[in-house]
């Protein structure tokens, strides 16, 4: 199967690594993996922001990059939403494009959705060894439905446990811009969301989105606290996480 | 009211620093989103009650002006006076009037938002008309000298047991209660010679039945039914157009998610559907009836992009479940309604301009769709009005340069590829061996509070050039 992979903007800067492991996953599921260099940014801080039209210009851009792929994935709900559940609104008043634009947005897939729905994985290519637990990040459970993907991988990782924190689903308060432009609320979302990562007891927390894990992460560093983990959920499903160090908490 | 959105950001950086108010917001949404998930479980098809009430809500504004007519003519038949206000101040206008014509000193009053909308108390009082607020939470409001409500549903849950109890000692000038059964005694003590001297009662509407010319009412204090029925000559009703429905087969529709997913009730305490006035042989209800339906910006949302907010049934539930509501509270939004449906209707309704914040201040996580009962793509709502800020140059300069030049790299890969590769490398150093960023340029909403997590090494892309070609 010829996959084209989204890197997503924010992964290709901040967290390579993720993207690496994603290659990983989807090469051991079968899949050839193909990245369009030319590549940039999903569109969603501009649309967001009310800039449709570079969304729209962007959208295009994408369709260009991606249409030749069977499938395309990308380690990301946030972008996933945008592209499968916004794009095609961006084209409402272009039929022509629509068509198109749909067709390959019902064809991208967040990663844990393609490798669950779509490949059926039923192997992992690495091991983790640990207790996590998981955030479910706000565009790829209410947008696209991913919930029990990601934890039905989790649990093919033997050496996983999977604690459930309190309130799994709720925002950790990043929004994009919002994080920015209301930083104090948006701490003050995130210090509950570290509440309830803490209360869990697990050592590591494992989310499918780099906005979230930013803002999770470095909240986390601010106030202290060194050892508790944030990692992509590519990274504990290949297994190519760096292992925990000995003095960290729960290890 | 008088608009206060524009100090959005000064009042959310003092509710945050308000432990109390925090502990206060922490109960509420724990309690209600609990008792919402509950209280839908109970249908046998929750997905589908909802979606019928969708159509049927639907159904009704579609065809909006003609069942508002209906309406008119069969509470008109049936006794009632219907009246027309374009704006709050207009319906203000109208029941001063009404007032006046039955020379009426005293008003008692069961909760009303479109009331706030027109400032009814501060208009009835400058005409002479004494206004006592007889929902418990509305009272406590009003003798804490007029604070405005801070949740559509429950007015004062800002406030915990303990400021409540103050306050009664204070006012009541009784030793201080600390039970709540002993508290709302004393109100109910304080209310009772009210309601019986009363001349005139203001309730609101959640719905109005156009095939019988009804209001229907749900509450939970009873307060309702002695302001409407009981002593006094006089019944307004004020509610907005948009709350019609064509049937009492459509109210039973929407009364099944009404309170679930208000308070988490199977059904609130009372359910009172009114028509007319006292007919000859009937045992109660007021002499005279009358209804002052307001528009208030209502008719400028039909039949635009942004008319499914008017399917909204003020239920509450997407302020109960925003993560942003919940530590911030009511009183920042600065108008009427706050939270999500707040924030869409507050600029539809006094102007984009003043409001600059309430689309803005929303994570987006789209927790108020799921959980709405109507359906109302509220983050969407929401973007779409971030779209006409944009569109109408009301963002800051800086902030719509930064998003130009993000926007005119992105679409140009051959600029885009070295400017990362040149920004990740600076962000790598700036984290040095921390692999941490305490303070960026032009970020201090993120690095005032949070450290920004470096690069972990160079761009993925450069590193599969390198790997694979």
């Known amino acids: 199967m010829r996959v084209g992979l989204f890197i ?80 095609p609104v961006l084209f409402a008043d272009d039929p022509d494009l629509r068509v198109r634009i749909e067709a ?82 948006s701490t003050a979302i995130v210090d509950e969301k570290i509440e309830r990562i803490h209360a869990s007891g697990a050592p590591c927390v494992v989310l499918g989105d780099l906005g979230c894990m930013l803002n999770i992460e470095g909240r986390l560093r601010r106030t202290g606290d060194t050892t508790t983990r944030v990692l992509h959920v590519a990274q504990v499903l290949a297994g190519d996480a760096v292992p925990a160090p000995a003095s960290s908490k729960g290890a | ?68 007519e209906r309406f008119e003519a069969e509470a008109t038949r049936r006794g009632a006076t219907v009246l027309w206000a374009e704006t709050p101040e207009e319906a203000s ?16 009053k069961s909760k009303s ?29 009003q003798i804490n000298d007029n604070e405005p409500p801070s949740h559509i549903v429950a007015p004062v849950v800002h406030k915990s047991k303990d400021e409540v109890s103050d306050l009664f000692a204070r006012v009541h000038d009784r030793p201080r209660l600390t039970e709540i059964p002993a508290m709302t005694r004393e109100a109910r003590e304080f209310l009772r010679p009210h309601f019986l001297s009363s001349d005139m009662g203001v309730s609101g509407g959640n719905f109005l039945v156009a095939e019988t010319g009804s209001v229907a009412v749900f509450t939970n204090e009873g307060n309702e039914g002695m302001c409407t029925v009981l002593p006094p000559k006089v019944h307004v009703v004020v509610t907005g157009i948009e709350k019609v429905l064509p049937t009492l087969e459509d109210l039973a529709t929407v009364a099944r998610l009404l309170p679930r997913s208000a308070t988490g009730q199977s059904i609130s305490n009372y359910f009172s559907i009114l028509t007319g ?24 949302l039909l039949g635009g992009e942004f008319q499914d907010m008017l399917r909204c049934i003020r239920c509450g539930a997407c302020m109960n479940h925003c993560p942003v509501y919940q530590k911030i ?22 102007g984009i301009e003043k409001t600059l914040d309430l689309p803005q201040a929303a994570t987006l996580c789209g927790e108020c769709h799921v959980v709405c009962p109507m359906k109302i793509p509220l983050p969407d709502l929401l973007r779409k009005l971030r779209e006409k800020q944009m569109e109408r140059g009301l963002r800051p300069r800086r902030e719509r340069a930064g998003l130009a030049a993000w926007a005119f790299a992105a679409k140009r890969p051959g600029l885009y590829r070295p400017m990362v590769r040149m920004a990740s490398w600076v962000l790598a150093r700036l984290g040095g061996d921390s692999g941490r960023i305490g303070s960026l340029p032009m970020s201090g909403g993120w690095t005032a509070t949070r450290d920004l997590p470096a690069p972990s090494g160079p761009t993925f892309k450069e590193r599969w050039a390198k790997q694979r070609h």
Not at chain 2, 331 to 347: A, D, E, K, N
Request: negative net charge; contains cysteine; charged residues 25%.
């Open chain 2, 329 to 350: 509270g009511g009183h920042t939004y600065g108008w009427v309604y706050p939270g999500p449906m707040g924030s869409v209707l507050t600029p539809a309704y006094v």
């Open chain 1, 8 to 87: 997503t903007c924010l992964v290709d800067v901040m967290r390579p690594e993720i993207a690496e492991a994603t290659v990983r996953l989807l090469e051991s599921a079968g899949c050839t993996v193909e990245v369009p260099m030319a590549q940039t940014c999903c569109g969603q801080p501009g649309y967001n922001s009310g800039d449709t039209a570079s969304a729209r210009d962007l959208a295009r851009k994408f369709l260009v990059e991606f249409e030749r792929f069977e499938h395309v994935v990308l380690p990301s709900g946030s972008c996933g939403g945008m592209i499968r559940h916004h794009y």
């Open chain 2, 277 to 300: 006035p006292r007919a000859p042989g009937e045992q109660d209800g007021p002499e005279h009836m009358y209804f002052v339906l307001v528009d208030g910006g209502r008719t400028g």
């Open chain 2, 113 to 141: 938002m479109v009331s706030e909308e027109m400032a009814l108390n501060r208009h009835l009082e400058a005409a002479g008309v004494k206004v006592v607020e007889t929902d418990l939470g509305e009272y406590i409001l």
């Open chain 2, 93 to 108: 206008r109208l029941v001063v009037a009404i007032a006046k014509k039955h020379e009426v000193a005293k008003v008692t």
């Open chain 2, 1 to 68: 009211m008088q608009v206060q959105s524009m100090h959005f950001k000064a009042r959310s950086g003092q509710k945050l620093a308000d432990v109390r108010l925090q502990q206060n917001l922490k109960i509420l949404s724990q309690r209600w989103t609990v008792g919402r998930t509950n209280a839908i479980a109970e249908l046998d098809d929750f997905e589908g009650t909802r979606d019928e009430a969708v159509e049927r809500r639907n159904r009704a504004l579609a065809n909006l002006d003609a069942y508002l």
């Open chain 1, 104 to 185: 390959l947005a019902s064809r991208t897939w967040e990663l844990t959705s393609f490798l669950h729905d779509v490949v059926g994985m039923k192997s992992l290519p690495g091991r983790f060894e640990g207790e996590v637990t998981y955030h479910d990040s706000c565009s790829g459970l209410r947008e696209l439905g991913v919930q029990a993907q990601p934890r039905a991988l989790l649990a093919l990782q033997p050496g996983v446990k999977l604690v459930e924190m309190k309130d799994a689903r709720a925002c950790c308060g990043f929004g994009g811009t919002f994080a920015v432009k209301y930083g104090d609320i």
